[in-house]
T-cell receptor, first 113, second 114 residues
């Protein structure tokens, strides 16, 4: 049963505009959320994270928002650049499973010039 | 340079053969994980280990086995009991498991069973 869901398989955005990637989760025990970026045939690289005690975390062009009551988080990329084109995975973890990450299926972002 | 190394990058095996995928890290991380990625799917947890000589089954452990004899190494064996072994396998590690933190991934091994 998928506990972390990314319902948009793909997203296309023009360069310079905002990219918004969404993620929903079902397990209220998750207390840490992460976003990873992945290129084909490579391992994911960590992008940004947020603890469940916060509702926003910002790092440069990347901001993650967490709405615990809705069990929803989103990643905003502003401004989007062609180099941001990749698959973005949302992940969540909780203490009683060894902090192993539960991943969504990913959203493929294409930023066009 | 510190990092996590998976080898080989590509691996071909005949159906019915066991195969072992290597994962080594020199980050001094306590926890290590194995994930599997299939086309159009997210990463699914196979096994994880929080400490040497201890490991736990993940969501899709059937047909796989692991060992954790050294902190640096967490090899994954894909046995003949795994019905669909062809996939992209990713190993990850993370610092002490007393807190939430990001995991660092290797570059992956693509296993093809023919």
């Amino acid at each position: 049963d998928q506990q972390v869901k990314q319902n948009s398989p793909s997203l296309s955005v023009q360069e310079g505009r905002i990219s918004i990637l969404n993620c929903d989760y079902t397990n209220s025990m998750f207390d840490y959320f992460l976003w990873y970026k992945k290129y084909p045939a490579e391992g994911p690289t960590f992008l940004i994270s947020i603890s469940s005690i916060k509702d926003k975390n910002e790092d440069g062009r990347f901001t993650v928002f967490l709405n615990k009551s809705a069990k929803h988080l989103s990643l905003h990329i502003v401004p989007s650049q062609p180099g941001d084109s990749a698959v973005y995975f949302c992940a969540a973890s909780r203490a009683n499973s060894g902090y192993a990450l539960n991943f969504g299926k990913g959203t493929s972002l294409l930023v066009t010039p | 340079d510190g990092g996590i190394t998976q080898s080989p990058k590509y691996l071909f095996r005949k159906e019915g053969q066991n195969v072992t995928l290597s994962c080594e890290q020199n980050l001094n991380h306590d926890a290590m994980y194995w994930y599997r990625q299939d086309p159009g799917q997210g990463l699914r947890l196979i096994y994880y280990s929080q400490i040497v000589n201890d490991f736990q089954k993940g969501d899709i452990a059937e047909g796989y086995s692991v060992s954790r004899e050294k902190k640096e190494s967490f090899p994954l064996t894909v046995t003949s009991a795994q019905k669909n072994p062809t996939a992209f396998y990713l190993c990850a590690s993370s610092p002490p498991t007393v807190m939430n933190t990001e995991a660092f991934f290797g570059q992956g091994t693509r296993l093809t069973v023919v």
